[in-house]
């Protein structure tokens, strides 16, 4: 591995680091206990509607409390998307000029440029594993909020139908 990318994995880790930091200072440093919320997901629905509605209730809160978590990790996989593409564009912009040969796409000089940087080919590649990442936790986040919501209606409507 040479010097810069070296320094690329450390700038990475030490946002990462200071996102993690942030995140506890604002007191949103909740965790979800992975064999609670596992033990809740395996349980088919009949068995979730024949719990108590405090049981229910309190299920519906772990799996918010998940929720949060999620969205904690997608806020910082956002910040780490949010400053690899402000790095690619640091390091591309001022390249363009040099890299356009007769009609090119802004596009196919800014790939040009990144081939051509190993820095820039580290960043991009990055890029495009948090993009996934924060494709995948967003649509997940969105669902568990559903479920979670849904687990909290039905302990109510069961905590008010049985008195």
Do not use: C
């Not at 040099?98 to 090119?104: F, I, N």
């Not at 568990?144 to 209606?153: C, G, P, Q, T």
């Amino acid at each position: 591995m040479d010097k810069e990318t070296v320094s690329v994995d450390n700038r990475i880790k030490a946002l990462s680091d200071k996102l993690d930091g942030l995140i506890g200072d604002k007191k949103l440093n909740f965790h979800a206990n992975d064999s609670e919320i596992d033990q809740i997901f395996q349980m088919s629905a009949e068995d979730l509607f024949r719990l108590p509605h405090q049981k229910m209730a309190e299920y519906a809160y772990t799996i918010n409390r998940y929720g949060v978590y999620l969205q904690k990790e997608l806020n910082k996989q956002r910040g780490l998307l949010n400053w690899a593409r402000k790095s690619i564009d640091y390091i591309v912009l001022p390249k363009m000029k040099e890299y356009r040969q007769g009609y090119m796409t802004s596009d196919e000089v800014k790939m040009s440029v990144i081939r051509d940087n190993d820095v820039a080919t580290k960043i991009w590649a990055f890029m495009v594993d948090k993009e996934n990442e924060v494709s995948i936790i967003s649509d997940m986040n969105i669902d568990i909020r559903k479920m979670a919501d849904n687990l909290s209606d039905a302990a109510k409507t069961k905590r008010y139908n049985n008195g």
